[in-house]
Protein backbone atom coordinates (compact mmCIF):
# COMPACT_ATOMS: atom_id res chain seq x y z
CA UNK A 1 0.00 0.00 0.00
CA UNK A 2 2.44 2.77 -1.11
CA UNK A 3 -0.01 5.35 0.06
CA UNK A 4 -1.98 5.85 3.57
CA UNK A 5 -5.34 6.21 2.42
CA UNK A 6 -6.54 7.26 5.83
CA UNK A 7 -4.39 10.30 5.92
CA UNK A 8 -6.74 12.91 5.29
CA UNK A 9 -8.22 11.71 8.80
CA UNK A 10 -5.17 13.39 10.53
CA UNK A 11 -6.01 16.74 9.23
CA UNK A 12 -9.65 17.08 10.88
CA UNK A 13 -9.53 19.62 13.85
CA UNK A 14 -7.80 17.95 17.07
CA UNK A 15 -7.10 14.45 15.97
CA UNK A 16 -4.05 13.85 15.58
CA UNK A 17 -2.94 15.44 19.04
CA UNK A 18 -5.49 13.40 20.53
CA UNK A 19 -4.07 10.54 19.23
CA UNK A 20 -0.56 11.70 19.77
CA UNK A 21 -1.37 12.14 23.60
CA UNK A 22 -3.12 8.42 23.67
CA UNK A 23 -0.05 6.84 22.11
CA UNK A 24 1.89 8.75 25.11
CA UNK A 25 -0.06 7.91 27.76
CA UNK A 26 -0.08 4.05 26.11
CA UNK A 27 3.62 4.39 26.31
CA UNK A 28 3.80 5.67 29.92
CA UNK A 29 1.61 2.51 30.89
CA UNK A 30 3.87 0.18 29.28
CA UNK A 31 6.79 0.85 30.90
CA UNK A 32 4.73 0.28 34.49
CA UNK A 33 6.79 -1.77 36.78
CA UNK A 34 5.04 -4.68 37.52
CA UNK A 35 5.12 -5.97 34.17
CA UNK A 36 8.55 -6.75 34.68
CA UNK A 37 7.66 -9.43 37.06
CA UNK A 38 3.85 -9.62 36.96
CA UNK A 39 2.93 -9.22 34.12
CA UNK A 40 1.02 -12.70 33.35
CA UNK A 41 -1.23 -11.84 36.28
CA UNK A 42 -1.70 -7.55 34.68
CA UNK A 43 -2.22 -9.03 31.08
CA UNK A 44 -4.79 -12.02 33.02
CA UNK A 45 -6.79 -8.95 34.34
CA UNK A 46 -6.73 -6.81 31.65
CA UNK A 47 -8.61 -9.39 29.51
CA UNK A 48 -11.00 -9.78 32.06
CA UNK A 49 -11.68 -6.34 32.37
CA UNK A 50 -11.84 -5.93 29.19
CA UNK A 51 -14.59 -8.37 28.01
CA UNK A 52 -16.90 -7.40 31.27
CA UNK A 53 -16.47 -4.26 29.61
CA UNK A 54 -17.26 -5.36 26.23
CA UNK A 55 -20.12 -7.34 27.20
CA UNK A 56 -21.47 -4.49 28.86
CA UNK A 57 -21.38 -2.36 25.80
CA UNK A 58 -23.86 -4.87 24.58
CA UNK A 59 -26.36 -4.48 27.20
CA UNK A 60 -24.89 -7.44 29.21
CA UNK A 61 -23.35 -5.48 31.81
CA UNK A 62 -22.14 -7.95 35.18
CA UNK A 63 -20.11 -6.91 38.19
CA UNK A 64 -16.18 -8.20 37.37
CA UNK A 65 -15.94 -10.09 40.43
CA UNK A 66 -19.27 -11.77 39.83
CA UNK A 67 -17.59 -12.61 36.53
CA UNK A 68 -14.31 -13.56 38.03
CA UNK A 69 -16.12 -15.97 40.14
CA UNK A 70 -17.09 -17.86 37.27
CA UNK A 71 -21.32 -17.31 38.53
CA UNK A 72 -21.94 -15.31 35.59
CA UNK A 73 -23.48 -17.85 32.37
CA UNK A 74 -24.95 -15.00 30.70
CA UNK A 75 -23.74 -16.12 27.15
CA UNK A 76 -22.91 -12.80 25.60
CA UNK A 77 -20.21 -12.55 28.40
CA UNK A 78 -19.12 -16.09 28.10
CA UNK A 79 -18.73 -14.86 24.22
CA UNK A 80 -16.53 -11.98 25.12
CA UNK A 81 -14.45 -14.12 27.11
CA UNK A 82 -13.88 -16.48 24.53
CA UNK A 83 -12.95 -13.71 22.23
CA UNK A 84 -10.50 -12.56 24.83
CA UNK A 85 -8.61 -15.80 25.21
CA UNK A 86 -8.86 -16.70 21.52
CA UNK A 87 -7.23 -12.91 20.41
CA UNK A 88 -4.02 -14.43 20.73
CA UNK A 89 -4.11 -17.49 18.23
CA UNK A 90 -5.38 -14.64 15.18
CA UNK A 91 -2.48 -11.68 15.71
CA UNK A 92 -0.51 -13.18 12.68
CA UNK A 93 -3.99 -14.18 10.94
CA UNK A 94 -5.44 -11.13 11.22
CA UNK A 95 -3.12 -8.81 8.83
CA UNK A 96 -2.93 -11.68 5.95
CA UNK A 97 -6.68 -12.77 6.32
CA UNK A 98 -9.16 -10.42 8.21
CA UNK A 99 -12.56 -11.82 6.69
CA UNK A 100 -11.03 -15.21 8.19
CA UNK A 101 -10.77 -13.66 11.78
CA UNK A 102 -13.71 -12.13 11.54
CA UNK A 103 -15.95 -14.78 11.34
CA UNK A 104 -13.72 -16.66 13.63
CA UNK A 105 -14.39 -14.14 16.32
CA UNK A 106 -18.02 -14.02 15.83
CA UNK A 107 -18.03 -17.86 16.07
CA UNK A 108 -16.33 -17.24 19.66
CA UNK A 109 -18.81 -14.54 20.63
CA UNK A 110 -22.42 -15.36 19.35
CA UNK A 111 -22.06 -19.27 20.16
CA UNK A 112 -25.16 -20.02 22.38
CA UNK A 113 -26.37 -16.56 21.28
CA UNK A 114 -27.49 -16.94 17.55
CA UNK A 115 -28.42 -20.19 15.29
CA UNK A 116 -25.62 -22.09 14.35
CA UNK A 117 -26.07 -21.94 10.73
CA UNK A 118 -25.18 -17.75 11.57
CA UNK A 119 -21.53 -18.43 13.11
CA UNK A 120 -19.48 -16.91 11.16
CA UNK A 121 -21.57 -15.65 8.24
CA UNK A 122 -22.05 -12.28 7.58
CA UNK A 123 -25.16 -11.53 6.74
CA UNK A 124 -24.89 -7.74 5.38
CA UNK A 125 -22.54 -5.10 4.48
CA UNK A 126 -20.29 -7.59 2.14
CA UNK A 127 -19.10 -4.50 -0.05
CA UNK A 128 -17.96 -2.49 2.78
CA UNK A 129 -16.42 -5.33 4.28
CA UNK A 130 -14.48 -5.84 1.54
CA UNK A 131 -12.92 -2.78 1.18
CA UNK A 132 -12.08 -2.53 4.72
CA UNK A 133 -10.21 -6.09 4.41
CA UNK A 134 -8.48 -4.45 1.87
CA UNK A 135 -7.83 -1.65 3.90
CA UNK A 136 -6.44 -3.83 6.87
CA UNK A 137 -4.58 -6.96 4.69
CA UNK A 138 -1.14 -5.77 4.21
CA UNK A 139 -1.38 -2.23 5.55
CA UNK A 140 1.78 -1.30 7.03
CA UNK A 141 1.60 2.35 6.54
CA UNK A 142 -1.45 3.73 8.22
CA UNK A 143 -0.59 4.72 12.03
CA UNK A 144 -1.95 2.02 13.99
CA UNK A 145 -4.39 3.68 16.02
CA UNK A 146 -6.15 5.41 13.28
CA UNK A 147 -6.32 2.34 11.35
CA UNK A 148 -7.84 0.66 14.86
CA UNK A 149 -10.38 3.03 15.54
CA UNK A 150 -11.55 3.13 11.48
CA UNK A 151 -11.74 -0.69 12.26
CA UNK A 152 -13.75 -0.69 15.08
CA UNK A 153 -16.66 2.23 13.68
CA UNK A 154 -16.84 0.46 10.15
CA UNK A 155 -17.70 -2.64 11.65
CA UNK A 156 -20.07 -1.27 14.15
CA UNK A 157 -21.81 0.65 11.31
CA UNK A 158 -22.00 -1.91 9.29
CA UNK A 159 -23.35 -4.66 11.98
CA UNK A 160 -22.38 -7.43 9.51
CA UNK A 161 -23.15 -10.31 11.74
CA UNK A 162 -26.32 -11.24 13.86
CA UNK A 163 -25.75 -10.83 17.62
CA UNK A 164 -22.70 -9.38 19.72
CA UNK A 165 -21.51 -7.58 16.47
CA UNK A 166 -19.46 -5.14 19.10
CA UNK A 167 -17.89 -7.55 20.58
CA UNK A 168 -16.42 -8.59 17.31
CA UNK A 169 -15.93 -4.81 16.65
CA UNK A 170 -13.88 -3.83 19.56
CA UNK A 171 -12.18 -7.53 19.09
CA UNK A 172 -10.88 -6.56 15.71
CA UNK A 173 -9.97 -3.33 16.90
CA UNK A 174 -7.66 -4.64 19.50
CA UNK A 175 -6.19 -7.05 17.09
CA UNK A 176 -5.39 -3.58 15.17
CA UNK A 177 -3.29 -2.70 18.28
CA UNK A 178 -1.73 -5.97 18.61
CA UNK A 179 -0.73 -6.91 14.97
CA UNK A 180 0.76 -3.61 14.37
CA UNK A 181 2.85 -3.63 17.21
CA UNK A 182 1.07 -0.10 19.03
CA UNK A 183 -0.20 -2.68 21.98
CA UNK A 184 2.25 -5.85 21.59
CA UNK A 185 0.87 -7.20 24.36
CA UNK A 186 -2.67 -6.67 24.17
CA UNK A 187 -2.62 -5.00 27.50
CA UNK A 188 -4.59 -1.65 26.71
CA UNK A 189 -8.09 -2.36 27.63
CA UNK A 190 -9.47 0.32 25.61
CA UNK A 191 -13.26 -1.63 26.01
CA UNK A 192 -12.78 -0.35 29.60
CA UNK A 193 -12.83 3.35 28.26
CA UNK A 194 -15.37 2.91 25.67
CA UNK A 195 -17.71 1.48 28.24
CA UNK A 196 -16.46 4.54 31.21
CA UNK A 197 -17.75 6.99 28.22
CA UNK A 198 -20.41 4.99 26.90
CA UNK A 199 -22.72 7.65 26.05
CA UNK A 200 -20.28 9.55 24.22
CA UNK A 201 -19.03 5.93 22.78
CA UNK A 202 -22.87 5.50 21.59
CA UNK A 203 -23.05 9.28 20.39
CA UNK A 204 -19.49 9.74 18.27
CA UNK A 205 -20.26 6.23 16.68
CA UNK A 206 -23.38 7.43 14.94
CA UNK A 207 -21.71 10.47 14.55
CA UNK A 208 -18.83 8.49 12.51
CA UNK A 209 -22.19 6.21 10.59
CA UNK A 210 -23.29 9.76 8.85
CA UNK A 211 -19.60 9.98 7.42
CA UNK A 212 -19.42 13.79 7.78
CA UNK A 213 -15.95 15.32 8.59
CA UNK A 214 -17.52 16.34 11.97
CA UNK A 215 -18.53 13.14 12.71
CA UNK A 216 -14.93 11.12 11.81
CA UNK A 217 -13.49 13.38 14.09
CA UNK A 218 -15.97 12.82 16.57
CA UNK A 219 -15.52 9.49 16.59
CA UNK A 220 -11.59 9.66 16.20
CA UNK A 221 -11.57 11.96 19.06
CA UNK A 222 -13.57 9.46 21.11
CA UNK A 223 -11.19 6.37 20.32
CA UNK A 224 -8.33 8.33 21.30
CA UNK A 225 -9.97 9.18 24.68
CA UNK A 226 -11.13 5.34 25.42
CA UNK A 227 -7.30 4.20 24.38
CA UNK A 228 -5.94 6.73 26.52
CA UNK A 229 -8.53 5.50 28.99
CA UNK A 230 -7.43 1.97 28.85
CA UNK A 231 -3.95 2.85 29.47
CA UNK A 232 -4.66 4.53 32.30
CA UNK A 233 -6.86 1.61 33.53
CA UNK A 234 -3.48 -0.94 32.57
CA UNK A 235 -1.44 1.46 35.51
CA UNK A 236 -4.31 1.09 38.02
CA UNK A 237 -4.24 -2.68 37.44
CA UNK A 238 -0.19 -2.58 37.73
CA UNK A 239 -0.46 -0.89 40.87
CA UNK A 240 -3.05 -2.86 42.26
CA UNK A 241 -0.59 -6.13 41.18
CA UNK A 242 2.11 -4.55 43.02
CA UNK A 243 0.56 -4.06 46.08
CA UNK A 244 -0.48 -7.41 46.55
CA UNK A 245 2.95 -8.68 45.47
Not at 29 to 56: K, N, T
Request: hydrophobic content about 50%.
Amino acid sequence: MPADPLAPLLRLADVAPALDEARSRVDAALRHRALRRQGGRVAAEVSLRAAVASAALEGHGYATEDVRAGTVTDPVVQGALRVAEGLGGLIDLWPRAPRQVLARLHVLAARGVVPADDLGRPLAGADRIDSLSALVAGNETTPPLLLAAIVHAELLTVRPFAGPAGVVARAAARLTLISRGFDPRGLVAAEVGHHAREPEYVGASGAYATGTPDGLRSWLRHYAAAVAAGADELTRIGDGVLATA
